[in-house]
């Protein structure tokens, strides 16, 4: 028979009603975690190559880019630093007046001074070596895109800026120079031939920016025009293909790739 000290170590059940409150408290943890903290990320196109290919599912960091808070210490709050990879909405709408969701690199922070020549990106006034960029060729130099801002964008090889890119830039130009304001953000893609950027469509405002790429969690071999299949036949089918070719089409070694 069980001693009084036995009955009083005994744990109680967990009633249905106790699990029950258990899972919703996790479930409240996950989303706040989710909403607030990380974002997953598809990369859609091949502009950020070979840094990231199309297909790369990424998490992104959006805690450490809000501004800093007395509630919140813990966070580890930063400003966005050159070179970074970072996850925004596009300021200039698209044909349907959407404003997409994008990832590019950090080019120039508030105050920078910054040009390129045939490819070479100066930043006040050094030229940087960066490794993960792209370099023009013989065969795919542009004018406008590889010794930006050099050619205005009115003319014919600057077509594809917006025109309200065409007008507001002379207003940032000193010299060579474009000379990035205060909250503002020059970014490009690392495949800097093959990049609709903001040598296209301009700064990207401070209030744009969503928060840092960290990690791809899961790769797997996508076509650049996927996204646009957004009929419900089409979306099966790009459904029941990722299905059927989960394990041999996904690019396991990027599995966990840190982004930098």
């Known amino acids: 028979m069980p001693t009084p000290d036995d009955t009083a170590q005994t744990p109680p059940k967990e009633t249905g009603l106790t699990s029950v409150a258990s899972f919703a408290g996790l479930i409240a943890i996950w989303l706040f975690f989710i909403t607030f903290s990380v974002q997953n990320f598809v990369i859609p196109s091949a502009s950020m190559a070979s840094t990231l290919l199309v297909g790369d599912h990424v998490l ?3 805690a450490s880019l809000a501004p800093a808070t007395a509630w919140a210490r813990l966070v580890p709050y930063r400003p966005l630093q050159r070179d970074e990879p970072v996850v925004f909405f596009r300021p200039a709408p698209n044909a349907v007046g959407d404003h ?4 590019k690199r950090v080019i120039g922070i508030p105050g920078d001074r910054i040009h390129l020549r045939h490819g070479i990106l100066f930043r006040n006034g050094v ?4 490794p993960f960029a792209t370099q023009p060729t013989a065969a795919n130099y542009n004018p406008y895109n590889d010794d930006f801002p050099a050619i205005p964008p009115g003319n014919s090889t600057g077509a594809a800026a917006t025109a309200t890119w065409s007008v507001d830039l002379p207003a940032h130009l000193q010299g060579e120079d474009l000379v990035i304001p205060p909250g503002h953000y020059f970014v490009m893609g690392d495949n800097r031939a093959n990049s609709y950027d903001s040598r296209y469509w301009g700064l990207v405002p401070e209030g744009n920016l969503i928060g840092r ?3 791809v969690y899961w790769s797997f071999n996508t076509p ?6 957004t009929s419900p036949a089409e979306r099966v089918v790009s459904t ?3 299905t059927l070719h989960f394990f041999d089409e996904t690019r396991w070694r990027r599995t966990l790739h840190p982004i930098r």
Do not use: F, G, M, P
Not at 127 to 130: E, Y
Not at 224 to 229: G, P
């Open 240 to 242: 029941l293909h990722t």
């Open 60 to 62: 992104v960091d959006r």
């Open 100 to 103: 997409d969701i994008l990832v």
């Open 213 to 215: 790429s960290l990690v």
């Open 224 to 229: 650049e025009d996927d996204t646009n299949k």
């Open 127 to 130: 030229a940087q070596a960066q």
